[in-house]
């Protein structure tokens, strides 16, 4: 009996892509459907705490999380650099999304793992900050949901709950731009706070933000295709 051959570079990529663009295809089409939609409550409290982080690591503090069921959310955050913190939001999303395929991908630790240390984290960031009925209910049963899914999936299941957490933050982020800054700029937005912070107009900041999230997921996913 013949040993099975390995498969090509050629035949490993053209897979990769393969389930890319069918993961992708997936999670556009049910983008707004109730199968999406915790997903992109997860993304709104990586957003908020991503402005948080900003606010600590420039001398402030995280007064508050609050997050809304109409995918809206709020940091009230006091002191810090209002400049960055302002600008964590958006883009510090795309980046929990890139570190969390990133530590998909590197299979130096069990996906099981990743996925109850998510859960984990989101269980503490929710217990220290999230101070309103919807966004504690949301966070605790989210982040206990992801501990336990940990404990019971196995890896390819675990990989793709991963795969699933991380791309919908990086696409979330760059669709989240779009319409709340070059769609709808009148909007009270981080767009909006930042160009009345700098007299740089919101439009021009949208611009500048959608164009890092793109080129950003583009060069990421161009690694991850190179290495497949």
């Not at 053209?14 to 069918?22: E, I, Q, S, T, Y």
């Not at 992109?40 to 420039?58: N, P, Q, R």
């Not at 503090?61 to 002191?79: F, H, N, R, T």
């Not at 700098?198 to 900041?205: F, K």
């Amino acid at each position: 009996m013949a040993a099975d051959t390995p498969p090509t570079d050629a035949r490993r990529k053209l897979v990769f892509l393969a389930g890319f663009l069918v993961f992708f295809a997936a999670l556009w089409l049910l983008w707004n459907t109730p199968f999406v939609y915790p997903l992109k409550i997860f993304v709104v409290m990586l957003h908020e705490i991503s402005h948080g982080i900003a606010s600590v690591a420039t001398g402030g503090s995280i007064e508050k999380i609050v997050l809304d069921p109409y995918q809206g959310g709020a940091c009230y955050c006091g002191g810090g650099n209002a400049f960055l913190t302002l600008s964590a939001g958006y883009l510090g999303s795309l980046v929990w999304g890139l570190v969390l395929l990133a530590a998909t991908n590197s299979r130096r630790i069990p996906t099981q793992t990743l996925v109850f240390g998510v859960g984990a984290l989101v269980v503490l960031l929710t217990a220290l900050y999230v101070r309103n009925g919807f966004g504690l209910a949301f966070g605790l049963a989210f982040g206990a949901t992801l501990m336990i899914a940990g404990r019971k999936l196995g890896p390819a299941a675990s990989r793709i709950l991963m795969t699933a957490l991380g791309l919908t933050s990086c696409l979330y982020a760059i669709l989240d731009i779009k319409s709340d800054v070059l769609d709808r700029p009148h909007l009270e937005s981080d767009a909006a706070m930042l160009a009345e912070l700098t007299g740089v107009p919101t439009m021009t900041w949208g611009v500048i933000w959608i164009a890092v999230a793109v080129v950003v997921s583009a060069l990421a996913f161009w690694r991850a295709f190179k290495a497949a």
